[in-house]
């Protein structure tokens, strides 16, 4: 899809982190007037030898307030955008689009008091900058954090997640986090193997958070492999949790990552 220039602006690749072969971060400078609400994607674009821009959504990892953006990506084999993504090297340029995008944002809930953030793969990126807002902390008593991926090396984000206890924004509320690691093609101690669906219906992600899902508590997001969001948003709407809308608030919010 054109994009015109002036709805883009050209970034720089600030620093790139290798989680594993096929996993990365990076950060990238940002434009003074671009803004976000914790959760949203922007729109990048890559150039190609043709001058044409290919373009993709990708949630940003940043917090709101930080001067740079961060991003976390899968590369896909032989992906158009993900192949030039993934060598791109600290110096280079890459677009983003000033518009804004996405709905998985606490502010499509009212009331509730656990917040389940679920995900699967590069699904944690916008929990991690919904993490890394201060009102997360204020207007949830419990918030789980729900990450699955095939192998123990893809867990991204736990020294992260772990020095949110130290952050002077969520002002010592790191306590309400209950992190819970999915693993689902190697035995790890302490987490989780089962599919999503699978740990929700028979009870095990609860107990692995140490409290129930609660019709008038829990405010629930999905985020990551269509099919989990698929298959978890069917399920959970058969136990009665309702998606969430602008005009209707209730339990649920998905996003799919491709």
């Not at 790139?16 to 996993?23: D, F, M």
């Not at 001067?67 to 340029?93: C, N, W």
């Not at 008593?141 to 924004?169: G, K, M, N, T, W």
């Not at 269509?226 to 996003?255: C, F, I, T, W």
Request: one cysteine or more; a negative charge; glycine letters at 6%.
């Amino acid at each position: 899809m054109p994009t015109p220039a002036d709805r883009f602006t050209t970034e720089c690749i600030l620093a790139i982190r290798r989680w594993t072969p096929h996993l990365f971060s990076f950060r990238t400078t940002r434009d003074a007037t671009f803004r976000f609400v914790p959760g949203q994607f922007a729109r990048l674009g890559l150039r190609k030898d043709d001058d044409e821009v290919v373009w993709r959504a990708y949630s940003m990892v940043s917090a709101p307030y930080d001067e740079h953006l961060e991003f976390y990506s899968i590369v896909v084999p032989d992906g158009e955008f993900t192949s030039r993504l993934a060598q791109l090297a600290e110096g280079d340029d890459i677009l983003v689009e000033r518009m804004n995008y996405g709905f998985l944002t606490t502010d499509r809930f009212v009331d509730g008091r656990d917040l389940w953030l679920i995900a699967t793969g590069t699904g944690l990126a916008p929990y991690i900058s919904i993490l890394h807002d201060p009102a997360t902390w204020t207007d949830y008593e419990r918030i789980v954090l729900v990450h699955s991926v095939r192998f123990a090396a893809e867990l991204a984000y736990r020294a992260e997640l772990a020095d949110l206890a130290a952050h002077p924004l969520v002002g010592g509320a790191a306590h309400k986090l209950r992190y819970v690691p999915i693993v689902t093609r190697e035995p790890v101690d302490g987490a989780l193997q089962d599919r999503i669906p699978t740990l929700i219906e028979n009870g095990e992600l609860e107990r692995a958070a140490g409290f129930p899902l609660d019709h008038d508590r829990s405010r629930i997001m999905l985020c990551g492999n269509p099919q989990m969001v698929d298959d978890g948003r069917k399920l959970l709407n058969r136990l009665g949790y309702k998606l969430s809308r602008r005009a209707a608030p209730a339990h649920l919010v998905v996003e799919n990552m491709w």
